[in-house]
């Protein structure tokens, strides 16, 4: 096998490989042989059709078929041999094949790119410190206690108030004919939690229970569904059923609801602090990565190999055509919007940019995946789970889902050897507002 290799622009390689036309010729001997030995044509008994039957007839495919397979296992050792590493499969395209002369092809690719770190001490960092208050911890159970509303009817005589649960029988029509999702009978919601549009709401508010009432409502300019938006109908409501919120009780039962099985109040609370302070580890962490993250992208101009910009954008074109169909914009591909590549390419540049850095980052720190990190990862997930072996035995079992997770710990361990380099500085703030993600404010953009 021979191999030349040519720089075409930036990344991209032209690779020509040449394979001597014995060896070509004896993979298609060896391929036809075996053809022969199964064939079984009319007029021939079976396994006794004469090679030049079977040449005549399966020939080209089969020349094709080797040609296929010696491209993609020669290519392989070629670039093995000549120590490259494609950033994207290659493209590959046969030059010559005939009977009688050497097989050539080409591959052409684009390789990673070669460059050096920065220096991370110059990277300047914010990172939020916060306390847990006992306040913080009185909020966090009050949430918790909404979660968990607990709703009695309301008597014959009451009327409909906000954030009371309905149960209602309605259909609407607009110009005097129905349209699709305008009627529902038994339909539960919540009154003021914008499930229903804002004036369906409204006629809610002081209807009495069993009142049937009639009533206009229009649809916002940008509601979901593109055929009604600005349009208004007319209802036909009738309320069957009034339920009101009560905020339940801090005893035994709610304890149990979220885990706590003894110890009571105190037991409770203790279990809310441990769980605020895992959240709060995690944002201050999280506020602490985002930095690095477009820090270290400042910090490197690198050529970033057009293959993996253009699969990182298709990736991000396909999560917005989920999201368009999840919320209305079609059930499928005819109906989705033909999104152009200029509206992702920004962001999936800096995805890959901030990729390859991380990658070099674990290259020269010679990082292998934290067995104990991966392990506690996997652990957490399965924990939401009601059976979590299950979960835990699937990924052990699973290389592609278990590389998922040992690539993130990977990236986490690139980050914390940044984050040793780097200038922290601590930045005192509140755990209300490093949940909000408000803890940095304009800190971070003036750095």
């Given at each position: 096998?021979?191999?030349?290799?040519?720089?075409?622009?930036?990344?991209?390689?032209?690779?020509?490989?040449?394979?001597?036309?014995?060896?070509?010729?004896?993979?298609?001997?060896?391929?036809?042989?075996?053809?022969?030995?199964?064939?079984?044509?009319?007029?021939?008994?079976?396994?006794?059709?004469?090679?030049?039957?079977?040449?005549?007839?399966?020939?080209?495919?089969?020349?094709?078929?080797?040609?296929?397979?010696?491209?993609?296992?020669?290519?392989?050792?070629?670039?093995?041999?000549?120590?490259?590493?494609?950033?994207?499969?290659?493209?590959?395209?046969?030059?010559?094949?005939d009977p009688g002369i050497d097989f050539e092809f080409t591959a052409v690719f684009e390789v990673f790119p070669s460059f050096r770190l920065g220096d991370f001490s110059d990277v300047s960092i914010k990172k939020p410190v916060a306390k847990i208050v006992e306040s913080d911890i009185e909020d966090a159970i009050d949430?918790?206690?909404?979660?968990?509303?607990?709703?009695?009817?309301?008597?014959?005589?009451?009327?409909?108030?906000?954030?009371?649960?309905?149960?209602?029988?309605?259909?609407?029509?607009?110009?005097?004919?129905?349209?699709?999702?305008?009627?529902?009978?038994?339909?539960?919601?919540?009154?003021?939690?914008?499930?229903?549009?804002?004036?369906?709401?409204?006629?809610?508010?002081?209807?009495?229970?069993?009142?049937?009432?009639?009533?206009?409502?229009?649809?916002?300019?940008?509601?979901?569904?593109?055929?009604?938006?600005?349009?208004?109908?007319?209802?036909?409501?009738?309320?069957?059923?009034?339920?009101?919120?009560?905020?339940?009780?801090?005893?035994?039962?709610?304890?149990?609801?979220?885990?706590?099985?003894?110890?009571?109040?105190?037991?409770?609370?203790?279990?809310?602090?441990?769980?605020?302070?895992?959240?709060?580890?995690?944002?201050?962490?999280?506020?602490?990565?985002?930095?690095?993250?477009?820090?270290?992208?400042?910090?490197?101009?690198?050529?970033?190999?057009?293959?993996?910009?253009?699969?990182?954008?298709?990736?991000?074109?396909?999560?917005?055509?989920?999201?368009?169909?999840?919320?209305?914009?079609?059930?499928?591909?005819?109906?989705?919007?033909?999104?152009?590549?200029?509206?992702?390419?920004?962001?999936?540049?800096?995805?890959?940019?901030?990729?390859?850095?991380?990658?070099?980052?674990?290259?020269?720190?010679?990082?292998?995946?934290?067995?104990?990190?991966?392990?506690?990862?996997?652990?957490?997930?399965?924990?939401?789970?009601?059976?979590?072996?299950?979960?835990?035995?699937?990924?052990?079992?699973?290389?592609?889902?278990?590389?998922?997770?040992?690539?993130?710990?990977?990236?986490?361990?690139?980050?914390?050897?940044?984050?040793?380099?780097?200038?922290?500085?601590?930045?005192?703030?509140?755990?209300?507002?490093?949940?909000?993600?408000?803890?940095?404010?304009?800190?971070?953009?003036?750095?």
């Amino acid at each position: 096998m021979k191999i030349s290799i040519e720089t075409t622009t930036g990344l991209e390689r032209r690779m020509t490989i040449l394979i001597p036309s014995e060896s070509f010729e004896e993979k298609i001997k060896e391929k036809l042989t075996r053809a022969s030995d199964q064939a079984n044509l009319p007029g021939f008994r079976p396994g006794k059709v004469p090679m030049r039957e079977i040449r005549r007839r399966y020939g080209a495919a089969v020349r094709a078929e080797v040609a296929g397979e010696l491209m993609q296992s020669s290519f392989i050792e070629a670039i093995q041999e000549e120590e490259l590493q494609p950033a994207g499969s290659p493209n590959l395209e046969v030059l010559k094949m005939d009977p009688g002369i050497d097989f050539e092809f080409t591959a052409v690719f684009e390789v990673f790119p070669s460059f050096r770190l920065g220096d991370f001490s110059d990277v300047s960092i914010k990172k939020p410190v916060a306390k847990i208050v006992e306040s913080d911890i009185e909020d966090a159970i009050d949430r918790l206690r909404k979660q968990k509303l607990e709703w009695d009817e309301v008597e014959a005589e009451g009327v409909c108030e906000e954030e009371d649960r309905v149960t209602v029988d309605f259909s609407g029509s607009i110009d005097e004919e129905e349209f699709e999702g305008g009627a529902g009978e038994d339909v539960v919601f919540v009154v003021g939690a914008k499930q229903m549009i804002e004036d369906f709401d409204q006629a809610l508010i002081g209807m009495a229970l069993k009142e049937e009432k009639s009533f206009d409502a229009k649809f916002p300019e940008d509601y979901q569904a593109e055929e009604l938006q600005g349009k208004t109908a007319v209802f036909q409501l009738t309320l069957k059923k009034l339920e009101r919120s009560r905020i339940p009780e801090l005893n035994e039962d709610f304890f149990k609801a979220f885990g706590v099985e003894e110890g009571g109040l105190d037991a409770f609370r203790t279990r809310v602090s441990e769980n605020m302070g895992s959240e709060l580890d995690a944002a201050c962490a999280n506020e602490v990565k985002k930095q690095i993250i477009d820090k270290i992208n400042e910090l490197h101009e690198i050529q970033l190999p057009q293959v993996m910009v253009k699969s990182e954008i298709d990736v991000m074109k396909q999560q917005m055509l989920q999201q368009f169909q999840m919320y209305g914009g079609g059930g499928n591909d005819s109906s989705a919007p033909d999104l152009p590549d200029d509206m992702f390419k920004e962001e999936a540049e800096k995805r890959v940019s901030v990729g390859l850095i991380m990658r070099q980052i674990v290259s020269e720190g010679d990082m292998q995946p934290d067995s104990e990190k991966v392990k506690s990862k996997i652990e957490e997930i399965a924990s939401q789970y009601p059976e979590p072996e299950k979960v835990i035995n699937f990924y052990y079992g699973n290389h592609e889902q278990l590389r998922q997770i040992e690539n993130s710990i990977l990236e986490d361990q690139a980050i914390d050897s940044v984050v040793e380099k780097a200038n922290i500085v601590e930045l005192e703030t509140t755990y209300e507002d490093v949940m909000a993600g408000r803890a940095l404010g304009s800190e971070v953009e003036e750095n």
